[in-house]
């Protein structure tokens, strides 16, 4: 069974549902949990957050949060995960900011740094990333990896 499944089947049986904010994957979170039969009964909807503006009008990021931490930021990614769920009316959501490169990086924020958001039931944790592949790589591995915090913040929870 793929991951997108066991999340998807997870959710189901918890009765619960996903959204997603999405940044550097662009949508591909949402997409990729699409792939499991059945997540049309736990995905709500999903926001694509590429810019400032976006995170704060769609998911309610915070402007102090942006301008004092940046957009590749734990306390954004917290924000972004909150918000989404809130306006998604979802018991999960996930997060996810960073820099994909292959440009765009700098000292303080090289490319590869990514922060996901994980969201359950008034919960959230956020996961610092430093990935080191392509652009498409980076993308994926942030995919897989917010899944699995996903699944494993589901598995603590009970049935």
Not at 10 to 16: G, N, P, S, T, V
Not at 87 to 103: C, D, F, Q
Not at 110 to 115: A, E, K, R, T, W
Not at 129 to 155: F, I, K, P, Y
């Amino acid at each position: 069974m793929e991951l997108e499944e066991k999340v998807v089947e997870a959710l189901f049986r918890r009765h619960m549902t996903v959204t997603t904010a999405e940044s550097c994957t662009g949508g591909l979170i949402a997409g990729t949990l699409v792939n499991a039969a059945g997540a049309s009964k736990v995905l709500c909807e999903g926001y694509i957050t590429y810019s400032n503006e976006a995170k704060e009008r769609l998911v309610g990021v915070q402007r102090e949060t942006l301008e004092n931490y940046g957009a590749v930021s734990a306390q954004t990614a917290k924000e972004m995960a909150l918000g989404a769920a809130k306006a998604a009316g979802a018991e999960a959501a996930l997060s996810a900011t960073g820099i994909a490169g292959p440009g765009g990086g700098t000292k303080e924020k090289p490319v590869g740094l990514v922060y996901i958001g994980c969201f359950v039931d008034g919960n959230v944790t956020v996961k610092e990333c430093h990935l080191d592949g392509s652009r498409m790589e980076n993308r994926l591995m942030t995919v897989q990896t917010a899944l699995e915090m996903l699944l494993e913040m589901l598995e603590e929870r009970p049935n």
